[in-house]
């Protein structure tokens, strides 16, 4: 997993917990990599589930919770440190439609070894998007963080919702996303 | 340095975060360090590939330099044979074409005549036939050029209807000569290649149509004011038109040479070919407009700038050839014995007193001994060619600059008139020689060296 999520990560736990529980947490979890992380670094997946449970347990907010945080968190960082790749993008739905076929492709090209999840995209009508989340590490709740992170960057209003259902390239969880007109705020 | 929110109080846990922090960076360092080797021998393979890329681009470029060279001399030696045959061909059909003149005013059996005029006729086909060739080769290779002079375009119209009058009678056809032009008019182009269309076109609709008529027309375009005058030339006839498929095959080169023998005409089936060319090197576009049963129109226009006449170098016309001449001394000089025979009798037969040989160095040694009003040279000859006989008769005080220089050549090519006029000749004769072009030739280079 790229270093860069395990850096963000504890950034944002120092925002929810505090630089010094942070710190005690990953002492406490003897990570193998002893949390030195680096974004351009790779580190193991195991380290990202260890860390996230220990974060819910201390803040006491449920895991998928804290990774739905994590996704909106994420957004914002790629949102200020790679503005490129927003400013071609009119709405949420055309950023979202370009994660796999234009952000992926680029980062591919950075990193070559990345292991990126897929995401199929289908517009279902003018309102309606289908978006199709494949991956084997089950991190749809940061999924749905950047789904919902993007809809308040463009500052729309959509209703989520998400299944488990078969995909077209296998298990897979499928977000609808229902824009609406009003501030019904987006639910999972 | 690490900013203030995330930076622990309790200095064992910030101690350990500097460590993590510190451990990080060196890290990235080495992830850095890493990342840059591998882009540093990315671009050692970038300019391998670079360089090898050249190198073969290089070798394809000398490959196909090299092709091209080959492809060009191919070309030129293919060029030179056939200027070479055509010279070969020329020779020995000069002697036949000649003789037969000659001897047709000797016989007086009706029979006889009938044969002798085949004979004649064959050897015009067949010279027709070595023209087409050699004209087509010349298009095709881009050596072909125009040679743009004064001349009066009605007599090149008028001169087709007498080319194909007695043919187009002798099938009870009508010719026509629709030429909406005044009785002289000066235009400047290649009357030589318009000719070559004209008389292609004619001669094909005088020999495909059975009944009916051919119609030649002339008609002078519109034009603002300062544009070069335009003229449409069409060849209609009443004959067997054609089909779409035969129209498509038409403009094709060498398209006889499948069809099936029965539906072949004569000829090289090229004519039409460089008709299309040469209308199109001319600046012009052949159409064709046919129908099965109907007939067929040939429609080109060509831009011909009216001639501006200057004092008396005006264009030569019908009118400027002086009336004949005769009781000439005339010296020929021709390394192939059945030319000379031929233009002695044809020379004889016209009143000059005429003196044969068979090098360029015995006619020069002629002149410079006994008098001569005009000399004709072959223009290849072993040891003195003609050029340099024409040279060194040219260069003999008094007598030079007065003696008339005749070449004759049974060399195709049009640029070889030129080179002649440079050495001092005053007129060219292409092979084979026809009596009245002889005539023609001698009465106005007389006339030029006596004023």
């Known amino acids: 997993m790229k270093g860069m999520v395990f850096t963000q990560l504890i950034e944002m736990a120092d925002t929810m917990l505090g630089p010094d529980q942070v710190e005690a947490i990953i002492a406490k979890a003897d990570l193998p990599s002893g949390g030195a992380y680096t974004a351009v670094g790779n580190y193991p997946h195991s380290e990202a589930v260890t860390l996230v449970g220990a974060f819910s347990e201390a803040s006491g907010v449920p895991v998928p919770a804290l990774l739905e945080g994590f996704g909106e968190h994420m957004l914002r960082f790629f949102h200020s440190n790679y503005p490129a790749f927003f400013s071609t993008c009119p709405d949420a739905f055309t950023f979202l439609e370009s994660v796999e076929t234009y952000v992926h492709v680029e980062v591919k090209k950075l990193y070559p070894d990345a292991e990126l999840p897929r995401f199929s995209t289908y517009r279902m009508g003018p309102g309606r998007l289908r978006f199709d989340y494949y991956s084997s590490r089950h991190l749809e709740n940061l999924a749905a963080g950047l789904i919902k992170g993007t809809l308040k960057l463009y500052n729309e209003y959509a209703v989520v919702t998400h299944d488990s259902i078969e995909g077209e390239h296998g298990p897979c969880v499928r977000f609808l996303i229902d824009k609406t007109t009003s501030s019904i705020q987006p639910s999972a | ?451």
Do not use: W
């Open chain 2, 1 to 451: 340095m690490i900013p203030q929110e995330h930076t622990p109080a309790d200095p064992v846990l910030l101690a350990r975060r500097l460590d993590r922090e510190r451990r990080a960076r060196l890290e990235s360092e080495r992830l850095l360090e890493a990342k840059s080797r591998e882009l540093h021998l990315a671009n050692q393979d970038l300019a391998q590939l670079n360089t090898r890329l050249e190198a073969r681009v290089a070798e394809r470029t000398h490959e196909l330099e090299v092709a091209r060279q080959d492809a060009v001399k191919a070309s030129a030696a293919k060029s030179e044979f056939f200027a070479h045959m055509s010279h070969e061909i020329r020779t020995p059909l000069n002697g036949v074409i000649g003789a037969a003149a000659l001897l047709r005013n000797d016989l007086t059996h009706p029979q006889h005549l009938t044969l002798i005029d085949t004979v004649t006729s064959s050897a015009d086909i067949l010279l027709a036939l070595v023209n087409d060739v050699l004209d087509f080769e010349r298009i095709e290779s881009g050596r072909l050029e125009f040679f743009p002079a004064p001349f009066d375009l009605p007599s090149v119209i008028a001169r087709c209807g007498e080319l194909f009058g007695p043919s187009a009678r002798a099938k009870g056809l009508e010719l026509v000569l629709s030429c909406r032009l005044p009785d002289s008019l000066l235009v400047v182009g290649d009357t030589l290649r318009l000719q070559q269309v004209l008389v292609n076109l004619v001669g094909n609709a005088v020999k495909f149509t059975r009944t009916g008529k051919v119609t030649l027309t002339v008609e002078p375009q519109p034009r603002n004011p300062g544009e070069s005058s335009r003229y449409q030339f069409s060849v209609a006839d009443t004959g067997p038109g054609l089909d779409v498929e035969q129209q498509a095959r038409l403009f094709q080169p060498y398209s006889q040479a499948g069809r099936n023998p029965a539906d072949r005409k004569g000829g090289s089936g090229l004519g039409l070919v460089t008709c299309e060319r040469l209308v199109t090197l001319a600046g012009g576009k052949l159409e064709l407009q046919s129908r099965p049963g109907i007939g067929s129109v040939f429609t080109f226009t060509l831009t011909l700038p009216e001639a501006l006449i200057v004092g008396h170098h005006a264009a030569p016309s019908a009118l400027s050839i002086p009336k004949d001449v005769n009781s000439l001394r005339i010296v020929i000089a021709d390394d192939v014995k059945t030319n000379v025979d031929v233009l002695n009798l044809i020379l004889c037969r016209m009143g000059h007193t005429v003196t044969p040989y068979l090098s360029g160095l015995e006619a020069i040694e002629h002149v410079q001994t006994k008098p001569a009003d005009l000399v004709f040279l072959d223009l290849h000859m072993p040891t003195v060619d003609g050029f340099e006989a024409a040279r060194r008769i040219r260069a003999i005080p008094n007598v030079g600059a007065r003696i008339g220089l005749i070449a004759f050549t049974a060399d195709a090519q049009v640029e070889t008139n030129d080179a002649c006029l440079a050495v001092g000749f005053d007129a060219c004769l292409h092979k084979p020689i026809r009596p009245t072009l002889v005539k023609e030739t001698i009465a106005r280079v007389y006339a030029k060296r006596s004023v």
